[in-house]
Nanobody, 124 residues
Framework: QVQLVESGGGLVQAGDSLRLSCAPS????????VGWFRQPPGKGREFVVG????????SYADSVKGRFTVSRDNAGNTVYLQMNKLKSEDTAVYYC?????????????????WGQGTQVTVSS
């Protein structure tokens, strides 16, 4: 059974940095994409970034380009989201998700497995 566990959320001040981790388990992840999404208070879930675990090809939402960086460890077992220069509008529950395809996608429906989410709160 595929599971994803996020960690690393918390309360920070505007301008600070935070790193989230996502650890997929329960499957062979050689040809998959991991996406990070977020859901701000009172809003829908939105795409942040996706990474192909084999090629490390990435795609970023415009709102985070230049501030957020996605990466994976050498074994491809953990995906990281480094968030720098955080803003109050980055406040959200952050989710990692797994897509059983090597093509990075940005729609919620393109991802089959989801983690439980981790809260990121940025105070201004």
């Amino acid at each position: 059974q595929v599971q994803l566990v996020e960690s690393g959320g918390g309360l920070v001040q505007a301008g600070d940095s935070l790193r989230l981790s996502c650890a997929p388990s329960g499957g062979n992840f050689g040809w998959v994409t991991v996406g990070w999404f977020r859901q701000p208070p009172g809003k829908g879930r939105e795409f942040v970034v996706g990474i192909n675990l084999r090629t490390t090809d990435t795609s970023y939402a415009d709102s985070v380009k230049g501030r957020f960086t996605v990466s994976r460890d050498n074994a491809g077992n953990t995906v990281y989201l480094q968030m720098n220069k955080l803003k109050s509008e980055d406040t959200a529950v952050y989710y990692c998700a797994l897509r059983l395809s090597s093509t990075v996608a940005s729609r919620v429906d393109d991802y089959s497995f989801w983690g439980q989410g981790t809260q990121v709160t940025v105070s201004s």
